[in-house]
């Protein structure tokens, strides 16, 4: 299992060298890049020489903040799927690990559940086309999207066998689900894992600090071998690649005893 971090839009191309350097340092294997426009991280010869450098495997994200791929307004599906495009083409030219990416649907659109999924299958039709040779994955979504039910998300997993998913625990419990039945339902589609722990109902907190139950979270998630595990640790303290590193200690610690 490779241990990763993300690489959020505010640290930017000029703080990236120092981030990956310690990263690198600290003993993780992959970086997880949160392809926001603002971030101006989809430059191919910048992430080329960040690779080459840290030695670092790359994948992409797409937030949802920034896109809905299931969007009812058809210009702002477009604008998501040509943005996840651009990712996906200049992931391909870097040698990328894999794509996480988000399929939207805000809440507020539930009355349109039917047409998001639609829509959300029509996006992912569209990035398939481009026959990415690493793995496209879909992200679990937090409370307040559509897909964070997965009874509503297999709907779209159902019709395309080849993509996979990268489970946020944290977005599991805050959506009401148990993430144990989460990980035993898609055993076999789990491609990566977001690892964070929830503080006063707040995610992304070092693990161990919350109110998540590890020991039993990590032997399922241990079971199934994920590729990869993201260590998604903004708040509290913020030292996100410290805060990582101390995750992975505790995860090392609990899966020792296991």
């Known amino acids: 299992m490779l241990l990763s971090i993300p690489l959020p839009p505010e640290v930017g191309r000029d703080g990236a ?5 310690r990263a690198y340092e600290l003993g993780f294997d992959a970086i997880s890049i949160h392809c926001s426009p603002e971030a101006e991280y989809l430059d191919t010869d910048w992430l080329r020489r960040m690779k080459a450098s840290y030695g670092l495997e790359i994948a992409l994200h797409t937030p949802t903040k920034n896109f809905d791929l299931s969007a009812p307004l058809e210009d702002v599906r477009r604008l998501s799927v040509s943005y996840a495009i651009r990712m996906v083409k200049t992931g391909e030219s870097v040698g990328a690990l894999y794509y996480e990416i988000h399929l939207g649907g805000h809440i ?3 009355v349109q559940e039917s047409f998001a999924v639609d829509n959300a299958v029509r996006s992912l039709r569209e990035l398939l086309a481009l026959k990415p040779s690493a793995k496209l994955t879909v992200e679990n979504d937090d409370r307040g999207y559509i897909f964070a039910n997965d009874m509503i998300l297999v709907e779209v997993l159902d019709i395309y066998p080849e993509v996979m998913l990268t489970l946020d625990i944290a977005h599991t419990y805050r959506s009401g689900g148990k993430p144990s039945n989460f990980i035993k339902r898609f055993s076999r589609r789990i491609y990566a894992v977001h690892l964070h722990d929830i503080v006063g109902g707040r995610d992304h907190y070092q693990l161990g600090l919350g109110s998540l139950e590890w020991s039993s979270l990590l032997k399922s998630i241990v079971s199934i071998n994920p590729k990869v595990a993201v260590f998604e ?3 509290g303290e ?3 690649i410290g805060n990582a590193y101390k995750s992975v200690d505790f995860l090392r610690r609990h ?3 296991f």
């Open 255 to 257: 899966i020792s005893t």
């Open 17 to 21: 060298n120092s981030f990956l350097a």
């Open 233 to 235: 640790t903004y708040h």
């Open 238 to 240: 913020y030292d996100l």
């Open 108 to 110: 507020a659109y539930s």
